[in-house]
């Protein structure tokens, strides 16, 4: 039996969409991500036990997709043509509070690994054990990342911002 | 900041983020009927196949339902549906802006530049690039004849298009990065205040629609009249004679043309409260907002200028003078400058090669000369010229891939240093 996955693109696209924005910071490659993920589904639809692993399945899929993208933009970063790495959104420039754009910009100092931890548990609100299960690492791990995490988040936000 | 406090702000941030993720944006997934996994769409109806995409396809407009209400496909094209009813064709958000410009570059001698950077996707970088070698890109924009049209005399707003049949104005607001996209027939289309905060569109004959495909109140008079978009919004216009009564909200401007007869195009604003037309290819009015009587400003019917006027760029870089140049592409790319004070109109010498005007500084001399084969599109480096003294400076290229051009480009601010 394969698991319905119209269905769950309907259910959780918006909420990984708004994951994916916080770790890629643009909308439109965001939905780039969560798409291919929902396509990697497609082609996995036969093996994937039910929802609940299919779910778990597309979180880590847009999780790997923002860690590729990221690390694409380091990468044309180094090419001669700069400006075709986005930034943040005119909208989040616009239309968020000075204190959330700190915040936010200061996210975007810490290592991939760092934002996907705070990320999982400060917006998704996952357990330390569901994300260790998402990112394929220990919970000894996640405990430790999310600790130092917040410490760099902490000391950027009085160094730099 | 005690670790209950710095989570707090975190949530708060995240949320603050998230929430201006709009559920409503329309995507769909592009399955292929050979079972595997193709390309996936931001736009919807484009290229649905197969029985999941369908089913995806559902997904996706059942999250947009406020946006769409017909749920049915739309050509690229303009709109034939009754005003009560919205659609979203499938390039109608396809502009995105990305950022905004800092203040502080407008007074760098900036240029805005189209470039296709080359890549698949189909779309143009829109890129502001100052003198001293900082760029920004600010939006992108579909590589379907995307075109620079004017840039505010403040320099704070740039009016862009894109697209052939059914054109979209885009105005991009600098400073702030928002973007208002309209879609019309008719592409000349200019500022017609030196904020960027009306804009004039020529004699046009088709509707105007939002972005998301709803006809604007307003909009599409009949062939030959003139329209003008206030603050976004089309306002009704009322022709009385010669006149023109445009009532936006509480603001009403009337412009009275120098015919009732002839059409007339807008060419730049000319001065804080007129904008000049063409009437008719041979003469050039300053036709007032404040419904005064127009100023004739050059007046060509003794052919000072040779070869067809009719896809004219006109900068303006005097109080009293402006560039010409005479035809879009092609071999022959004659470039005048007229001094209205003098009605007197010379041809300027451009390098040797193959070279195209594509934008002149407004307080100087200096001209942006595209280096390419036929007109700018395709153009490869951009550079600025100093005509006095013959010199030119690099501005961009775009090397690196076959497809890579400059697409359009124009210049604001100060000369070259």
């Not at chain 2, 307003?218 to 004679?241: D, E, F, I, M, W």
């Not at chain 2, 067809?308 to 400058?337: I, N």
């Amino acid at each position: 039996m394969s698991v319905d996955v119209s269905e769950l693109y309907r259910l959780h696209r918006a909420k990984l969409v708004r994951l994916a924005v916080l770790l890629v910071d643009s909308v439109e490659n965001a939905e780039d991500v969560v798409n291919e993920a929902f396509v990697g589904l497609y082609r996995k639809r036969e093996t994937v036990a039910d929802g609940t692993a299919a779910v778990a399945y597309v979180r880590r899929s847009v999780l790997n997709g923002c860690r590729d993208e990221l690390r694409r933009r380091r990468l044309v970063r180094l090419r001669p043509y700069p400006a075709a790495v986005p930034g943040p959104g005119a909208d989040e420039m616009t239309l968020l509070r000075d204190e959330h754009r700190e915040t936010l910009a200061a996210l975007r100092r810490l290592p991939t690994r760092d934002r996907q931890v705070l990320a999982l548990r400060y917006w998704m609100d996952l357990s330390d054990r569901d994300i260790a299960e998402a990112l394929n690492v220990s919970l000894g791990t996640v405990k430790s990342t999310a600790s130092r995490a917040l410490d760099k988040l902490e000391l950027v936000l009085q160094e730099h911002l | 900041m005690s670790k209950e406090g710095l989570e707090t702000r975190l949530r708060a941030a995240y949320q603050a983020r998230a929430a201006l993720v709009d559920d409503d944006r329309p995507t769909s997934l592009d399955l292929s009927a050979d079972h595997g996994v193709r390309r996936w769409h931001r736009h919807p109806y484009t290229r649905l196949v197969g029985p999941l995409a369908a089913a995806l396809a559902v997904g996706a407009l059942a999250l947009s339902a406020s946006l769409i209400h017909d749920g049915g496909s739309s050509p690229a094209g303009r709109s034939t549906r009754s005003p009560q009813q919205k659609t979203i064709s499938p390039d109608a958000l396809a502009f995105r802006a990305t950022s905004s410009l800092p203040t502080g570059m407008l007074t760098d001698g900036l240029s805005l530049v189209v470039l296709a950077p080359g890549s698949s996707v189909g779309t143009a970088d829109v890129l502001a690039v100052s003198m001293a070698g900082g760029r920004v890109m600010l939006a992108q924009i579909p590589d379907n004849h995307p075109e620079i049209l004017d840039w505010a005399v403040d320099g704070t707003r740039v009016l862009l298009s894109y697209g052939t049949a059914s054109v979209h104005i885009v105005t991009l607001d600098l400073v702030n990065g928002h973007s208002v996209e309209f879609r019309t027939s008719e592409a000349a289309a200019r500022f017609a205040d030196p904020h960027g905060q009306t804009i004039s569109l020529g004699a046009s004959s088709g509707q105007i629609v939002d972005d998301a495909g709803a006809p604007i109140v307003g909009g599409g008079q009949p062939p030959g009249t003139l329209q003008l978009l206030v603050n976004g919004h089309v306002a009704s216009v009322l022709k009385r004679g010669s006149t023109y009564e445009v009532v936006s909200g509480s603001q009403t401007m009337r412009l009275r043309m120098p015919t009732a007869r002839r059409g007339c195009t807008p060419m730049a604003s000319w001065t804080d409260n007129s904008v000049l037309f063409r009437c008719a290819d041979q003469q050039y009015w300053a036709i007032p907002l404040s419904g005064a009587a127009p100023g004739l400003v050059f007046d060509d019917t003794a052919a000072l200028r040779h070869g067809a006027a009719a896809a004219a760029h006109l900068w303006k870089v005097g109080s009293d003078e402006f560039l010409e140049r005479l035809t879009s592409c092609g071999v022959e790319r004659p470039l005048y400058r007229v001094a209205v004070n003098r009605s007197d109109a010379t041809e300027v010498k451009i390098p040797v090669g193959p070279y195209a005007v594509v934008g002149a500084t407004n307080s100087g001399f200096y001209i942006l000369v595209g280096f390419n084969g036929g007109c700018e599109a395709n153009a490869t480096a951009l550079d600025f010229w100093a005509p006095q003294t013959g010199a030119l400076k690099p501005l961009i290229g775009a090397a690196g891939s076959a497809r890579s051009a400059i697409l359009s480009a124009s210049t604001f601010g100060l000369p070259v240093r």
